[in-house]
Every structure is written in structure tokens, then in C-alpha cells.
């Protein structure tokens, strides 16, 4: 049985209220939660859409149509790369291994500035995967 993965991104920003989250003493260091311009993946909802779907290679035996959530926390670093990816809520361990290596080698992201600078930003992703039998 076959399945074709459809995905539906719901972008749920974790914000609070522009106080710095500090990992370390050094301002370079901050991980801010909301700040004046966003992060965004090159080619906006669409692009990460393409990019998702094309990255991650799933195949499972559902049974039946099953619409899921999983949720992703994630650093944008000033450079625009990801670091600290973890899957707070996944679908299957083989699943959320495979999501984590496409955001692993994903492209660089606009980066989030604060007074024309840029910070580091912490994310929090909900994207609801649709899986559909390509037999039905």
C-alpha cells in the first residue's frame, strides 16, 4: 500500500512578549522570542512547504487516511541556519528522524532583526501532516 504525504503548515510563533530568553551570559548570545522582522524561509510557507515535501522520504503502512501534528522547536541562528532542532511532539520515531535531517540541511533563513541587528530566534512549528492512500 502506498501513501502520499500532503502537508498543511499552521506557522504558531512561540512569542513572549520581546523579553530575551539568555542561554549564556553573552548578549551574542540571546534567543529572543519575538522580535521586529521574522525569520522566513526563502520562498515564504510555500517554499518550506516544497522544500519539506521533497526532503522527507516517508513511507508507512497507516491502514487508513490519518491527518497528524507534529511540533518542532527550533533556533534560527544570525547566519540564518538552524541549530537546536527537537521534535516536541512527533509522529513515529523513523518519521520525525527523517524531518529532522531535511531541517538539518536546510537553506539559510531570512534572518529575525532586532533595532538592525540580527538575533537569534527560537521557534516553535506546528505542521499537520496528511497521509492519504493512493489506492482510495
Same mark, same amino acid.
Given at each position: 500500500? @502506498?501513501?502520499? $504525504?500532503?502537508?498543511?503548515?499552521?506557522?504558531?510563533?512561540?512569542?513572549?512578549?520581546?523579553?530575551? !530568553?539568555?542561554?549564556? =551570559?553573552?548578549?551574542?548570545?540571546?534567543?529572543?522570542?519575538?522580535?521586529?522582522?521574522?525569520?522566513e524561509f526563502h520562498g515564504g510557507l510555500e517554499g518550506f512547504h516544497r522544500y519539506i515535501y521533497n526532503h522527507?522520504?516517508?513511507?508507512?503502512?497507516?491502514?487508513?487516511?490519518? @491527518?497528524?501534528? $507534529?511540533?518542532?522547536?527550533?533556533?534560527?541562528?544570525?547566519?540564518?541556519?538552524?541549530?537546536?532542532? !527537537?521534535?516536541?511532539? =512527533?509522529?513515529?520515531?523513523?518519521?520525525?528522524?527523517?524531518?529532522?535531517?531535511?531541517?538539518?540541511?536546510?537553506?539559510?533563513?531570512?534572518?529575525?532583526?532586532?533595532?538592525?541587528?540580527?538575533?537569534?530566534?527560537?521557534?516553535?512549528l506546528p505542521i499537520i501532516f496528511e497521509f492519504h492512500d493512493e489506492d482510495n
Open positions: 500500500m @502506498k501513501f502520499t $504525504l500532503i502537508l498543511v503548515f499552521v506557522f504558531i510563533f512561540s512569542f513572549a512578549k520581546a523579553q530575551p !530568553k539568555e542561554m549564556i =551570559g553573552n548578549d551574542d548570545m540571546k534567543i529572543y522570542t519575538a522580535v521586529e522582522r521574522e525569520p522527507v522520504h516517508y513511507r508507512a503502512k497507516l491502514g487508513d487516511d490519518l @491527518k497528524t501534528r $507534529l511540533y518542532i522547536e527550533m533556533i534560527i541562528e544570525k547566519d540564518g541556519t538552524l541549530s537546536h532542532i !527537537k521534535i516536541l511532539k =512527533g509522529i513515529s520515531k523513523e518519521f520525525d528522524r527523517q524531518v529532522v535531517i531535511a531541517l538539518k540541511k536546510c537553506p539559510k533563513w531570512q534572518l529575525g532583526v532586532i533595532n538592525d541587528r540580527p538575533v537569534r530566534v527560537r521557534y516553535i
